[in-house]
């Protein structure tokens, strides 16, 4: 049996949540992706084109910094990697994460939650983030998740 890991980034809370059921149906260890500077309730607001997030998105190279890059992804052969939807896309952090490690070899399976938008063009700028992983669209996940809703999405994940 595959060895799994849930990586994931959270900035409201909702994605950790999901994350952790995840990690608990799936057997798996978790490692929360965090940035050197947490996100506070203005650096979130995309209404306003000059919170740090909206600065973030609209700049393709930029990449937070990471708080820590001590997530050992070598013991693992299954990623399971969180975020939630920013600009239909995934939060520039991600790549942050992708780019600290070598995932070559590794199954990267994506999940996500969104009030409303769907993956986009996630994987593919994901992808050129660690073109040697092998990535998996997983899914977008909204509002309250159960554990029976996440066990059937496990399902039927083909990894």
């Known amino acids: 049996m595959a060895k799994s890991l849930v990586a994931f980034f959270s900035a409201s809370g909702s994605t950790r949540k999901l994350a952790n059921i995840l990690a608990e149906v ?13 996100y506070t309730g203005k650096d979130l607001n995309w209404n306003n084109q000059n919170s740090r997030s909206s600065l973030e998105m609209s700049n393709e ?4 910094v990471l708080a820590e890059k001590n997530a050992n992804v070598t ?13 239909y896309v995934a939060p520039h952090i991600i790549n942050s994460f992708l780019e600290a490690y070598d995932f070559s070899g ?32 997983g899914r977008v996940f909204r509002g309250r998740t159960d554990k029976a809703a996440v066990a059937d999405w496990l399902k039927s994940v083909k990894i």
């Open 26 to 38: 799936a057997g798996a260890d978790t490692y929360e992706i965090k940035p050197a500077t947490p």
């Open 61 to 64: 190279t930029s990449r937070p």
């Open 75 to 87: 013991d693992y052969d299954v990623i399971y990697l969180g975020f939630p939807i920013w600009w």
């Open 106 to 137: 590794k199954t990267i399976v994506t999940f996500a939650t969104s009030g409303g938008s769907g993956f986009g063009d996630t994987l593919s700028k994901l992808k050129a983030s660690s073109p040697n992983a092998k990535f998996i669209e």
